[in-house]
């Protein structure tokens, strides 16, 4: 059986502390203690507890993008936007931990690594943008695709994150399909 890398396990176990006391509420002594190594193998590894949570978010955001991507190109056209939401809530489901933590820091400016994960966050938020615009073309209607902004991009997003967090804590029992039909009931307003 392969090793999981040590950077790897150092990373799973910062989401599972932060997933507990939150980013700001975890220390380097509690992920090592989680991840069942000495602290210096932490600093040989990353610099600063900073770095490992940017190393997290990062790699949360590309697992995310590469989900959307596969959904997008997997589907007919007018049917991406259901496989986008199912595919993102499907990656929230994957990780519920990690999830929250991508969640609770995709929109915050202030933390020390935000400027390093800007360039992933916009890009997830242009690839939701884009699944919008295709379904806007798709329907003939309104508004017109080129009226869709990130921002939009950006609310669509939330509008499946907020789902999926209170779908993966509040009422784990439904099916995916039923939590994407509300989500899908916002993009037809």
Known sequence: MARTPTRDVIMSAAVSVAAQHGISGSSMDEIAEQAHVAKGSLYYHFPSKDAIFENVLQAGFDRLADAIRDARSATEAGAA??????ATLAVLQQNPARAKIVVSEMFRTDRPWGDAIAPARASIVVLYRDVLRDAALQSGGTPAAEA???????AFFGAIAG???EWLLFHPDQPIGA?????????RC
């Open 179 to 187: 939590v994407a039909d509300q989500v899908l009931l916002l993009a």
């Open 148 to 154: 869709i902004t990130e921002t939009a991009g950006a």
């Open 81 to 86: 936007l259901r496989a986008v939401t199912e």
């Open 163 to 165: 789902a999926g967090l």
